[in-house]
């Protein structure tokens, strides 16, 4: 319980946040499917494994193999019982930010305690809203090459698409897919299914009326202005308890069975602790595909996750140095050496 609430608490002040129902979604049980990729299997090295080279990592090589997947997973869905499903989760990671390129060139420290917070060092931007680095395009490019070539093998294209409103993100996934095939389905962008929540500067979103006129392709259920950056930075807890709820409210809602959702390497490190997948670190643009057994029981109950609190205000923005020695930045959030500092976490 204690989780649920510091998520309330912590999201209470959020000015105007519209965020829908106040009892969260029905609770999903979800567990890894072994044996069809190899990423899910622990003799994979995720620092030398190049999915793309290798038919996203599909363990069956033949000719074939599509098509033998696509049957394999009809079959598991023919024969499950009662609140049992299977999905295909493809999980994809933006392509190189500017937001990655300056934090190389500042280092972990210097990053995390001043530059982070802000969105330029003059000659180089980064935020708000950090976009693909020419890098980023390119790798993006990549991805988009790896679909094309499995298409002619039967790769079973996404039925859907979720998407992080986050400017890198979104430019990830319609570069991915409109050369592939992008329409239908409608991307849907979820406001939840962005990095974690903190005072980088490069993690504020762009104006919800800028990020329409900017990628008609995906649809935008969200508000104007982005009120969850710069309120606190979240723990990994905090950010496992808000991607575990959003897994929830859009596999409960979308009824496809191959499901794609771009978004961040936090958002896709709290997406496997979900699915119970062990640890692997995606590189930028890369995909990770998941078989998923989704169980629902009727008698989980959705838990109240975001309510208004009319008490809870946002902190004002001040100047204020984040870490001892550092110059002073302007956050309203609290940030302690890049720990966590939700109220419960
Ligand atoms: C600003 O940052 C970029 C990369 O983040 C770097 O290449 C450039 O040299 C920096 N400029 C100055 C004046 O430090
Ligand atoms: C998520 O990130 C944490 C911290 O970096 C790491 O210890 C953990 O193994 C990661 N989990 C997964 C499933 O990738």
Redesign the pocket.
């Known amino acids: 319980m204690i989780f649920w609430t510091f998520l309330l608490f912590a999201a209470c002040g959020l000015a105007n946040i519209v965020l829908p129902p106040h009892n969260g979604p029905p609770r999903l049980k979800y567990s890894v499917v072994p044996g069809f990729f190899k990423q899910s299997d622990l003799a994979t090295d995720d620092r030398t494994y190049d999915a793309f080279r290798d038919s996203f990592g599909l363990a069956d090589p033949s000719p074939h193999r599509w098509y033998r997947f696509r049957q394999n997973i009809l079959a598991l869905n023919a024969h499950a019982p009662e609140g049992v499903r299977y999905v295909v989760l493809y999980l994809a990671r933006h392509g190189q930010g500017q937001h990655n390129v300056a934090e190389r060139f500042f280092g972990p420290e210097a990053w995390e305690c001043y530059w982070a917070m802000k969105g330029t060092n003059g000659t180089y931007t980064w935020g708000p809203d950090a976009k693909l680095s020419p890098q980023g395009h390119s790798e993006v490019a990549r991805t988009s090459k790896a679909w094309k070539y499995e298409v002619p093998y039967g790769v079973p294209l996404p039925e859907s698409h979720h998407v992080s409103p986050l400017s890198r993100s979104l430019s990830t996934l319609v570069e991915t897919w409109k050369p592939v095939a992008l329409n239908p389905p409608r991307p849907v962008c979820n406001e939840l299914l962005r990095e974690t929540l903190s005072l980088h500067y490069s993690d504020k979103r762009s104006k919800a009326s800028y990020l329409r006129e900017t990628y008609p392709e995906v649809e935008f259920p969200i508000e104007e202005e982005d009120s969850l950056w710069n309120f606190h930075r979240e723990s990994?807890i905090g950010r496992n308890m808000r991607i575990k709820h959003v897994l929830d409210e859009i596999l409960n809602k979308d009824l496809n069975t191959y499901i794609a959702m771009t978004s961040h390497s936090g958002v896709i490190?709290?997406t496997?602790?979900a699915l119970g997948?062990?640890?692997?670190?995606l590189q930028t643009a890369g995909v990770l595909p998941v078989v998923v057994k989704v169980e629902r029981d009727p008698k989980w109950k959705g838990e109240v996750f975001w309510r208004k609190k009319e008490r809870w205000e946002v902190p004002k923005a001040e100047m204020r140095s984040v870490c001892p020695g550092y110059e002073p930045v302007l956050v309203s959030g609290q940030y302690v050496h890049g720990m966590g500092v939700w109220p419960y976490s």
Request: no cysteine.
């Open positions: 990994e490190n709290s496997l602790v997948h062990r640890p692997y670190a």
